[in-house]
């Protein structure tokens, strides 16, 4: 899979709550610095319990991912990918409940024919102040 389209199987992973998919686009030694929670996670095990958890918390929600500004540089043997992330909570019926958006970088490496997410950072702007994070980028 090139590395363009990395984003767009991330998406239709996390919509369809397919933990085996989702984790298919991580080699085995991925490290994962999340926005939530942990400062980061190491290795695929690692990064299962979190999607495992995200997912389950979900209930009959769904999350729809859309991707702006995506930015790539490829070379022979790593690419880089980094993009501004909207992340939907969607009822059952599709009606959008609540969104937040986020930086989203990641670097991939070849394995094979195929390009695999060696490290994954998110992150979102924090008010020097108070420490509160901005979750809603504008428009």
């Given at each position: 899979?090139?590395?363009?389209?990395?984003?767009?199987?991330?998406?239709?992973?996390?919509?369809?709550?397919?933990?085996?998919?989702?984790?298919?686009?991580?080699?085995?030694?991925?490290?994962?610095?999340?926005?939530?929670?942990?400062?980061?996670?190491?290795?695929?095990?690692?990064?299962?319990?979190?999607?495992?958890?995200?997912?389950?918390?979900?209930?009959?929600?769904?999350?729809?991912?859309?991707?702006?500004?995506?930015?790539?540089?490829?070379?022979?043997?790593?690419?880089?990918?980094?993009?501004?992330?909207?992340?939907?909570g969607l009822s059952a019926t599709g009606e959008r409940l609540r969104a937040m958006n986020n930086r989203?970088?990641?670097?991939?490496?070849?394995?094979?024919?195929?390009?695999?997410?060696?490290?994954?950072?998110?992150?979102?702007?924090?008010?020097?102040?108070?420490?509160?994070?901005?979750?809603?980028?504008?428009?």
């Amino acid at each position: 899979m090139p590395p363009e389209q990395i984003l767009r199987a991330y998406a239709e992973a996390v919509y369809a709550r397919d933990t085996q998919a989702l984790l298919a686009l991580y080699h085995p030694h991925v490290t994962v610095y999340d926005l939530w929670e942990h400062w980061q996670y190491d290795g695929l095990n690692a990064w299962r319990g979190m999607i495992e958890g995200w997912f389950a918390s979900l209930g009959e929600e769904r999350v729809q991912v859309t991707f702006d500004d995506i930015r790539t540089h490829v070379t022979p043997d790593m690419a880089l990918v980094h993009a501004f992330a909207t992340y939907a909570g969607l009822s059952a019926t599709g009606e959008r409940l609540r969104a937040m958006n986020n930086r989203l970088s990641l670097t991939l490496t070849r394995s094979g024919d195929q390009w695999l997410i060696l490290h994954e950072h998110s992150s979102a702007p924090a008010d020097f102040e108070s420490g509160k994070v901005n979750l809603h980028r504008p428009a």
